[in-house]
């Protein structure tokens, strides 16, 4: 079973840098999209960024211009560079892959990443 890890959460002051990294553990086949999401306490889980198969990009109002999100194509990686955190940001952050599968296709998640931002 091919599992999302990631990597690179932390304890950050605002105003600080975090970059979050995603891999498979294996080979998970053609990607559709991989994306970012976020969860904090007593709020619903929100998309932070996506990135297509071709590259395009869509964020939330509240990071753009903050956060970048890129992919690796070669490695099935993708990354989230957070500048400028806030501590509304504060959340645990998921990656989340669409692949293609006979008929559809199917969601990964991984494990979560903690994410607190002091003020």
């Known amino acids: ?13 605002a105003g600080g ?34 990135i297509s198969s ?3 990009t869509n964020y939330a109002a509240s990071v753009k211009g903050r956060f970048t999100i890129s992919r690796d194509n ?3 990686t993708v990354d989230l560079q957070m ?7 504060t959340a645990v952050y998921n990656c989340n892959f669409r692949v293609f599968r006979y008929g559809g296709s199917r969601d990964y998640w991984g494990q979560g990443t903690q994410v607190t931002v002091s003020s």
């Open 83 to 89: 500048n400028s955190l806030k501590p509304e940001d």
């Open 54 to 56: 071709g590259g395009s």
């Open 74 to 76: 070669a490695k099935n």
């Open 1 to 13: 079973q091919v599992q999302l890890v990631e990597s690179g959460g932390g304890l950050v002051q």
């Open 17 to 50: 840098s975090l970059r979050l990294s995603c891999a498979p553990s294996g080979n998970i086949g053609s990607i559709i999209a991989m994306g970012w999401y976020r969860q904090a306490p007593g709020k619903e889980r929100e998309l932070v960024a996506s």
